[in-house]
């Protein structure tokens, strides 16, 4: 089981920025394809990037051109830049292994976002 922990979370204005960082246990890291999973409140939790284990992305269209997702294998450490943030960003956090596209290990405490002014 991969073990992750999540950090960097905050309050932001509107059109602001913050940079998630998630770190994960396990020695094959770096052929795991990694992503960043939301969850706002009263929704399901939904998965807004992800990173293959070669450095490809794809990203949701709600973060699409604001979010970049980047990964450092030699630090078992996976990265959001989020930028032109915007109320309805505002969520829990987290990051998760993804296979076949969906979460595969358990979760961490995720990391709070709101963006307000």
């Known amino acids: 089981q991969v073990q992750l922990v999540e950090s960097g979370g905050g309050l932001v204005q509107p059109g602001g920025s913050l940079r998630l960082s998630c770190a994960a246990s396990?020695?094959?890291?770096?052929?795991?394809?990694m992503g960043w999973y939301r969850q706002a409140p009263g929704k399901e939790r939904e998965l807004v990037a992800a990173?293959?284990?070669?450095?490809?992305?794809n990203y949701a269209d709600s973060v699409k051109g604001r979010f970049t997702i980047s990964r450092d294998n030699a630090k078992n450490t996976v990265y959001l830049q989020m930028n032109s943030l915007k109320p309805e960003d505002t969520a829990v956090y987290y990051c998760?292994?993804?296979?076949?596209?969906?979460?595969?290990?358990?979760w961490g405490q995720g990391t709070q976002v709101t963006v307000s002014s």
């Open positions: 998760n292994r993804v296979v076949s596209g969906r979460p595969f290990s358990s």
């Open positions: 990173v293959t284990g070669g450095g490809t992305t």
């Open positions: 396990g020695s094959i890291f770096s052929i795991y394809v």
